[in-house]
């Protein structure tokens, strides 16, 4: 999440829903991650992911879900719930899909043109039967099982609604207006969110290249850090292709719809508010 006492807001990342786009352009008026982070144990390989406590399973610091939050930094949650908050959600069965899609390349490294439909499937078949333990639980989810947490785990917190404004993955253009009227009284301009695209699910074009970039992850990201966000469109143009329509069947499949049913129902509830407009609690 971005906390910012300065601008008082507060935008919640939630995994599979445009949040490294927002993330991008709100990211340096965050002032809380790094208080939030420091003195902690990294995970050796997974950026973002820390231990809140010697000996404590790891979590993705970019995805906190609000329970985390109190139970770990419960000065933090109150300054959210002080500041104006902001979220974005997606379609639940089309996150469903997305998540399979980014674990299979994250945790597996797969891309999913490379996979035959039945591997697809068969990936699917095997994620969700997880998925039904953990979820039942009602625990957090694992760090790796981190882009399947209920949406509404970071919007609500024991049934209260904590985050305020909230928008659908098809309301970026209103997302963007609201943030740039909140930041207009300071004479900052926001750049637009729905002509950015950080973190679209694509695959590399070249495997061999994309062998050695995944070899060397930690060299990769400080030298696209360092480059113009012009010159790091172009790259990912030239790098990368859209994931098209290898797994968007698979959002209408009877297995995904009850599994959303059955597990994301408050999800599918909030994600029907923000179509009339967006939610704001």
Excluded at 160 to 170: D, F, P, Q
Aim: charged share 25%; glycine share 4%; proline share 6%.
């Amino acid at each position: 999440m971005i906390v910012s006492d300065t601008y008082r807001f507060a935008f919640i990342h939630i995994p599979k829903c445009a949040g490294t786009t927002v993330r991008a352009a709100l990211e340096q008026f965050d002032e809380r991650q790094e208080v939030m982070t420091r003195g902690l144990d990294a995970h050796p390989t997974r950026p973002f992911t820390y231990a809140p406590a010697p000996g404590a399973p790891f979590a993705d610091f970019h995805h906190l879900t609000l329970a985390q939050v109190q139970r770990w930094f419960p000065a933090e949650l109150a300054r959210v719930e002080a500041s104006r908050s902001f979220a974005v959600i997606r379609d639940p069965h089309e996150r469903l899909i997305s998540a399979l899609s980014q674990r299979l390349k994250q945790f597996h490294g797969l891309a999913v043109e490379d996979l035959p439909p039945a591997r697809i499937a068969d990936a699917l078949e095997e994620a969700l039967a997880h998925l039904d333990d953990l979820l039942a639980s009602g625990n957090d989810l694992p760090f790796d099982f981190v882009h399947f947490q209920p949406q509404a785990d970071y919007i609500a917190l024991d049934g209260r609604r904590i985050v305020r404004e909230v928008y659908g993955m098809n309301q970026m253009v209103q997302f963007h207006a609201a943030m740039a009227a909140h930041f207009a009284p300071h004479g900052i301009a926001i750049a637009p969110f729905h002509l950015m695209r950080e973190n679209t699910s694509k695959t590399h074009r070249f495997k061999m290249l994309h062998k050695v970039m995944t070899a060397s992850e930690g060299a990769t990201r400080a030298a696209k850090a360092m480059l113009p966000a012009a010159v790091k469109r172009r790259l990912r143009g030239a790098l990368y292709r859209e994931r098209g329509d290898a797994l968007r069947d698979l959002v209408q499949s009877p297995r995904v719809r009850a599994f959303v049913a059955r597990h994301y129902a408050h999800d599918l509830q909030l994600w029907a508010q923000t179509q009339k407009g967006p939610a704001n609690g």
